[in-house]
Structure formats: C-alpha cells, structure tokens
C-alpha cells in the first residue's frame, strides 16, 4: 500500500506526479481535487483513483499525503492547510510570489511541525545529481565557480508571463535553487541584467525575456547564470562547476543521438522540446524521494527554507537588473 | 482492457515484459506461467494477474496473446500449440536452433494464418529507429556500408553458453538482423573469421567469444560486424551506415551523461553495464507494436520469416568461420 | 621580399612572431633588436637576420614594419616614435595601461596616418573565426546573447602579475575584445564581480584570479565573461553566441584527439596547455593579415582604437568590481 | 646544416616533402630534380635550392639523403641505384606493386646497408601515434579486435586507377600497415569483400571501390578493415583498438570545430577534405624522423620489410576477394 496520496492539481503537472505516484510500488493514488471535472476524471480514469473535492482529501483518514499542484496563489493557503491537518505535503514550487507571505506560511509549517517539500525538480535529475556527487566525493575539489545556462525552447503565452512573477522568480528561480544546491556556500551579492529580445509583448507586461545573473558567496565563489526564453535547438539546460582540482559538467540530453554526416557537415538532432520529456527522470525520483522522506520521517529536501532562499534571491536578482546595482542578499 | 496476455516463463526476459505489458494501457497481463513457483509469484504479486498452467492458458478464453519467455528448446513447439490454439503469438529469439526445426514451426504458423512476432528487440530502440528512418526519408542516398559494433561487458556462465546454440546464434543473431533491417537487400555471402581471446572456457566448450564477418548482398552492398563478449567500459552497441550521399550513425548510451575534468583529461562515465537498462524502451516499445499488430490484425514484423534468415545467417557465419570459406546463403 | 620587418623584443612572444614571419613567403625578418643579447642572437641564428638597435631600425631604409614585443611600459612610447619614422607598426596589447596615455598616443598616430594594428590574436584563431564567419552569413540571426568562458592553466608568477595592471587588463581584455568582435554592438554598461581563489599571493598583491562580468548593449544584448587563473585540465577558451534563429559555438582544442575507454569511462587527454600552441595558427594569421595590410595600405584591424575600447571596458569592471555598482561606459 | 637532401619528383607529394625538409633546422634541401621544369623551378624558386638531374644528385657529394617521389613504377630502380651510390633513401609508398620486384629491391638494399624508410605516413600522425603509445603504455592490456574505417572524399581520376594497382595496392595498403603496427602480431589470414558502389568506371577498370577485409592473427587476433573511395562528409579516418582491459581510439579531424544548433538540429563542419591537409602534422614528424635516422645511423622504420608485408596483404585480400576463399599469408 504505502504511502497514500491526495493530488490536489489535475493539470499538466498534476498529471506528470499522478503517473510518478502510480508507477511506484512504494504509494498508492487514492484521490484527485480539481475544479475542473474533466481534469480530475481524466486522471481518476487512468489510475483508478477516487475524485474528491480538497475538503474531503482534507478530512480524509485514508491519505497520508498530499501534492500541490494548484495555481501560485493557493500554494501558501493549502500549506497552511493540510500541515494544520497533519497532512505530509509536496508543493510545486513556488511557496508563493512574495517573501512575507511565504515567512508567515513557513513558520505555521514549522509550529505544526510538518513535512513539506518544494518541488525543485532539477535537483533529481540523475545528470545534475550526478554532477553534485561528484562533488560531495572530492572529484573537483573546493567548489569554486558554477555557471548554469538555462534556455526555453519559446517563450509562454503572455497569459502565463502575467501570473508568473516575472522571469526571475518563474524561470531564473531553479537556477537559483541548483546555484545552492552546487556551491557549498550561501550567495551574499546578486549582480544582473534583463533584457527584452525574444518577445516586445513580454516587455510590454513589465517582464524580461533574457536575463544574465552573477551570484558571489561570502568567500568569494561566483555562479554565473543565463536565461533566455528562447532556443531554438531545444531546451538547453547546461551545469558546469569549476572546483580547485578539476571541473564537472553535465552535458545536454537529446530524446535520439543519431548522427547525420554529409557534404554540409555532422548533424545531431536537436535536444528534448519540453521540460517534461527532459525531466521525466527527475519527477519520477523526485516523487520517490518525497515518499521515502514521508516513511522515514525525516527532514524533506529540498525544504521549505530552501524555497524561500531561492525566492530571495529571484527578488534580490530582479532589483539588481533594475536599480544597476549589486543587490546584497 | 485491450489485449490479454498470457505470459510463458517468469525469469529475466519474462519480468522485462511483464513490465511492458502492466505499464502499457492497451494491455492485460492476465496470467503467467513458470515452473518455478517463486518467479511466477514475484510476478502475479507485483501485477496483480494469476498463476495459471500453460495448459490452462492455452484453453483461457480471456487471454488473446502469449508472451514465450520459455527456454529455447521449447519455443518451437510452444509457438505450434498457440498457434494451433488461435493465439497470437509474441516468441523471445531464437524459434529454435536448428534452421529445419524452425521451417517446420513456420510451416504450422503459415498454415493456421496465426500471429507470430519474433523478439528482435533492437529494431524498436529508438536510436536505432532512428537510424532507420533517417535512410527510409533519403538522408543518406542509396545504402552501401553498414558498421555493426556490439560488444557484451562480460562473457555469460558456461552453462548459458552450452545451450546458447554459440555466439553466431545467440548474440550475432541480433546483428544479422540489424544488417538486413538496415540494408536494404538480402546477404548473399559471408566471411568470418572467429576466436576465442577473452575466456579459453568458451574455447573449451567448442565455441568462439570474438567474430568479425563481412556480409555481402547481390548489388554488392557490405555490412561488418564486430562482437566480442567483453567490454571493459559496458555494453557497446554502434552502428553506422553509409549510403550514396551520406552517413547515419547511432551512439552509445549512458546511463549519466557527465564529464569530468582534470590533469587527467576529460572522463565521462561507462556505458550500460546491462542489455535490459539499455533496451529499456526497446522493450517497452517492441511489445506496444505487438500490441498494435494483435488489435489490427496486421502482418507481424519481425516475423518468423525474419527469424529464420537471421538464423541462415548465423549458420552461414559459423560455417566460413570454420572452413575459411565464403559461403552463399 | 615582401614586407621586411624589424622585431623589438626577443622574448617569448617576439620568438612566435619571429616564426610567423620567417615563414610567410611575403615577409622578410631583416633585424631584431632586444637589450638581453643572448635573446637576439637565438632569433638571428635562427632566422639569419640582423641584430639591431632599435635606432639602427627607426633609421633603417630596408625595414617596412616593425612588431613591437617589448615591455608594455615601453608601446605607447614605440608607437609614437615608430609612426613619426614612417614605419607600419604592429604592437602586442595593449598599448599602454592608462587610458589616457593610450588616447595621446592614438593621437599621434592618426596625425602621422601611420598603420598601427594591435595584436588581439585571438581574432585570427580559425575556429572563432569561423564563429564570426557563422553570425555574418546569419546562421544565427541576429545577436543576442555571448558566453565567454577563459581559464587559464595556472597563475602567472608575482612578478608578472605586479605589472600586468591586473586580470582586467591583463586576462581579461582578450574577452572583452572578443566580445566586441562578437557583439555587434557596443558594451554600455558593465557589472562584475571579482575574487581571489586560487592564490592568496594574488590577492596580497592587489589583483583578483577569478571573476565574472556582465556587458550589456544599447540594445539589452548581453555578454557573460568568466575567467580563472586555474584549469587543471588545460588552456580552456570557450565561445557561444546565441542570436535570434540559433546558436554558433566553437569548441575548445586538445593536441590529441583520441579517447581510451575502460571500467572507470571514457577519457579523453586535456587541452592544450599553454596559449602558445593552443594560438599557434592564429598568431601566424594575424602576421598575415598584418603584412596584407602593409601591402594594401588598408586600414588596420584591429586597430589602436579597438585596444582603447578594450582597455575601457577593463577599467570599467574593475571599478564594478570594486564599487559593486553596474559601470557606465 | 644537418642533412643535405635531394628530392627526386616535384609534384604534389614531392612539394609537401620539400616544405617539411626546408622547415626542419636540422635539414637543407640541397637540390630537386624533375623532368617537368616548372615543378622543379617552383620548389627551387620557393626553398632556394639547385634544380639539378637525377644523375646528377647520384654523384654529388653534398647530397646525405634523397626522398623518392617519382612516379611508382621507377621506384625500385631509383632505390636499388641510390643504395648502391651510398645515400639514405626515404622512398614514397609503394616500393613496387609486384612482390617479386620489391623483394629483389630489398636484397640490394640489404647488400649495400642502405638506409631505406618507406613513406607510410599515417604511423606518425600525432593522433595515431598515440593511440599506439596508449597501448604500448598499457592502457588497454592485450590487443585483440582492431576495426580501421579509411575512406576518402571522393574516387580519383580513372587514369590514376590504372596505374595505381587497384584499390587494395595504393589504399587499403596503408590499413594493412597500421593494422601491422596496431596488432602486435602478423596477420596470417585474410578474407575480403569488395564491390563497385560507387563508380562504374573503376569497375570497368577492373578495379573495386568499396571493400571490407578481415585480417586474422595467429593467436585469433582480428583486424577489420572498412574503405570506401566515397565519403561525401570529408576525409575519413578512424581507428579503435580493443584491448583485454579496455579501448583506444583515434577520433576524426576537421579543419575548424564549431557547431551551429537551430531548429534542425546541431551541425559541425566535414571533415577535411584532403589528405593532405589531414595529414600535415604526419608529414613533417615523419621527414623529421627520417633525419633523425639518418644522423644516428639507426634502423629505418617503417623498413622495407614493412612495405613488403603491406603489399603482401594486399596481394592476398584481392586474392581473397576475387575467389571467396580465405587466404593464408
């Protein structure tokens, strides 16, 4: 049986963590929440699990756990909710937009003492987790620069750009999140630039489309990261990391390597166009780590604060940009 | 519901399918069948289907297919009986290892018009697909040359390779249908030459563990292959093919794609250490054809046709392998 | 005969010139002067030219062009003197590491009309050339975004370091002058950031080993730079340029490409380990380009003017650097 | 001064000679011969040496050493007449393309102790050459399965086919000697595949164009051989050498490496496109390693004994492609 699950989400990623949870023997989907009713049965309909309306999940005896996967601005709300109901909680990431809200539902998880995990996908992906191993067992040495290219193959409907919080805190947020996770120490300065140079209609909502970020810590580690909203070739997700005896990087991922040689050249074919083809993988493990933590018990990673550090930087990163300034965190 | 399957023999191969099968929603793993108590179980326990007889399978009104994961010498005659039985039919290679045996079984195929599809797993690797495709759209021009490097990591125990028909049969099989899956015409001749370099038991049980063999088709197009049963860095399968205006090739696969750098150079890990993490999708997508095949009512593909001039191959192979001669198929 | 050339300086990278010019078929090397006797004799033995003074030179009616390889303290001084006698001039950057000593100096040459180019190698390495080649035939679209990625294989030694006028000035103004070459556009505003973490001597001296800068254009089109004194793997010189249709990157470069497999992975031998093999085609072409220049009578590239932007734009970081505020150019 | 060289043949092959002897500080090019005056003006004009006769370069007393670039079919007289008047002789592949003529060749070189290096140029690219020091390092264990794939951009002119001594003579031969150099062990068994892919011509010449060859050694051993007179993508030449404990191999080069990504997927240049330029770097370390010889006095190598067993390989793979039978050597 395992753990038992409540999903509250049926859409897109909703439906990527309804298929991590059913194939794991380990957990059990026992009900879906969405307003939507199609939604909810298509994936009820898949799995064989119950629809339920998030009141219901709440009072339910037979969930253990739930995954949040609601729009931005219910996350705090539902937090605050199910950790109140005793509930062992996966949110989406982000906590929320704002850092006070997020503090404000941090410290009721922490009061109520319960298990939440935000979910920083990246960190499961068996590439970069394979990268931070060979850190953790000294292939490099000292950790001393990182540098993070993230790229999307197009940018989002503007519909999306206008409840996003803007790039930093949507898309720049992960390189945040994986800049923690590599560098060993806390950033404690955020230089940047933002530009428009994908898309005029993303400038026009207040938002940039193309951003580069420099993270120093305290004892003078640097991360550069680069964002774009567009790649042409694919969903370029690229990690370096230069420590004092030797570097590690982990390459990009195709869905075919084939190669294709003729009078104009060596053709490879373009990288995965989605982020949920590239990081099929990671949602699996992520999902099973989360489980593992609800069996055990044990402090989830990565947790709550971990989101809120992210998010402090995404903030500190777009005042940068703004004021032309470097932005001490 | 979709298609009901029986699956026959619960080992290695057995819970690879068993996987596909469960996983895939236009199927039913309805029973399996295994001598071995324990193996069956393990398999009913994690998929929920029953423990039946091969007896009681083949007489089951709610099983339209069966999966034959069995042991070679009983392939065969099992593909008679489900055929005879109005069962469409999915057989691991080899149908047998004696090409006689095999036109007999074909003959009872042909004559009950049943469904027979043989496990070339390879052709279904998306990789390979890909290579495929990329000569069916012109990419290349007229094929020519095709390359095949497969090289296990480790030689099997003795006792596999007693009954494993030798390394023509058992593990160039594959390529021989690698070549006339991407050849494009029909092998005319073979060269060989055969030793024994990596383990002097498999020389004393009569058999080879590292071939080359050239293969010729009528027009004069060739194809090399290259087995060894050992690859110190994993489970090493290339191929390449050169036509009238270009070249495709299919890469190695790893399981992380990282590099690390140092005074050293430049390391990326091994490669699978395992056919079936490997074939992992292979094996998924090879029983959804199946499956596809079973709901049209489609000509199976690779059929048993294929299966049996693999085999010629094989024993074509084995014999200028032994007499220093080219022999025509 | 050709172009005939005077050397000033003997050193280490008079030698690499020395070389290009001896064997370029349009060039002759007619005298080299260099106080350190022992020095100017390896390259007249060598290349069977005269020893000089730089006088003898400056009055030499036999000498079209010199290639200035002294110490930078020394250029702006050269420059002047050697455009006042009529003679093309070919300097090492920089010119001089005051910005204004280097306009005054411009200013004489542009008032001789004298022919300075200024010895921004890299321009010239075939593979970033290529790179140039890529965007003008608009491979890309139009540019976006440029990564630079400079690591050296270690530090200098303190004495270099006290007048090399820090890695702005020193290290990094080749990527600031390969940005500009890249661009399209000029940089208008700069942030960096800047640490000592490969050696404290460094730091005790009042320079940084590893920093990383954001350049930013009138348009939003940016530029990331990260260098370290340390890369334990080689002379690592990386370039990607994403434009608004794709992305052109060159590769770095390794003496031996082979690559030995084994059950600790796939590893290939580190780059090259010193600039000046690593740069060995590009200093020959850059001679070239110079002496078809001298030829022609066309104007100079780069020229002083593009080693005075350069030198702006290391003077720039260096203040973000420090002042932690985004620099104005 | 170092070695005073004679050069017997101007043409293509006898100016890249010239190039590497006048480049080399321990050589002087002393003299050319050619019955085309303007070739042998054109390496006079450009190295500043005598255009003299043959007879005349016979009897000089400041000529050390000559290199034989005339056409095949005058090189064993040139051989056996330089051996006798006392000159090291560096001789251009083939010696002859008959055996018995190579054979009588050798015994007078053997009688006179003549110093005779025979041109196969690719043992001293720097890349094979360290695939070669990899294995001598130890780096894979024993040598067992080589696999050499050669083919070049396109077919040559029908009246070099003739006079060439078809494919196996003037370009598999080349395999076979790296084959020798890579095995460890003499090849004894040959067997072969060759067609007509890819010009009818050389097919109405007698000759193949595409052939496969498996050498055999008499331990079991296995070279494979793959070459094509087509390769639309440049000038193919790879080389992997499978060990008891592991793999080495030599990776192709092209002129520039960049890659462009777009849509399409992400493009590298060809190869190059000639084998001279693939080779540059060859040709000079193997004239250098003539005069190394040369001035110690020690055994040339690659010998004529090499070039011999070369072109038997190549008697006895046309041998074997001609009568489908394996040929002992």
Chains 1, 2, 3, 4 share one sequence.
Do not use: W
């Not at 380990?26 to 199609?38: E, G, K, R």
């Amino acid at each position: 049986m395992g753990v038992r699950f409540g999903l509250l989400g049926a859409g897109r990623i909703g439906k990527v963590h309804a298929r991590a949870i059913a194939a794991n023997p380990d957990a059990t989907l026992v009900a879906v929440a969405d307003p939507l009713d199609q939604a909810a049965r298509e994936i009820s309909g898949r799995y064989g699990c119950d629809i339920r309306t998030i009141d219901a999940i709440e009072a339910a005896a037979d969930i253990d756990a739930v995954v949040i996967c609601t729009p931005t601005d219910t996350h705090a709300d539902l937090i605050e909710r199910f950790a109140r109901g005793g509930k062992a909680i996966f949110c989406e990431k982000p906590i929320d937009l704002d850092v006070p809200r997020v503090e404000a539902c941090l410290k009721v998880v922490a009061a109520e003492k319960a298990t939440l995990m935000v979910g920083f996908n990246r960190r499961f992906d068996p590439h970069f987790m394979a990268v931070r191993r060979a850190i953790d067992d000294g292939a490099i040495g000292k950790v001393e620069m990182v540098n993070i290219i993230s790229r999307d193959p197009g940018p989002p409907p503007a519909e999306y750009i206008t409840r996003s919080g803007g790039i930093f805190r949507d898309m720049t947020i992960h390189d945040f999140d994986m800049a923690r996770f590599l560098l060993g120490e806390e950033p404690v300065r955020v230089a940047a630039s933002a530009s428009v140079l994908v898309d005029p209609q993303i400038g026009a909502l207040g938002d940039y489309d193309s951003i580069s970020v420099i993270l120093t810590t305290a004892s003078g580690r640097q991360c550069v990261i680069s964002n774009s909203r567009r790649a042409t070739y694919g969903y370029d997700q690229r990690i370096e990391v230069h420590g004092s005896s030797g570097m590690v990087a982990a390459e990009n991922q195709r869905p075919v390597s084939i190669e294709v040689a003729n009078a104009k050249g060596y053709t490879r074919p373009p990288l995965h166009d989605f982020f949920m083809t590239r990081y099929l993988d990671a949602y699996a493990h992520e999902i099973a780590v989360f489980i593992a933590t609800v069996k055990t018990g044990g402090p989830a990673s990565p947790s709550g604060a971990d989101g809120l550090a992210a998010l402090r930087l995404a903030d500190a990163a777009l005042k940068a940009a703004a004021s032309g300034m470097t932005v001490d965190v």
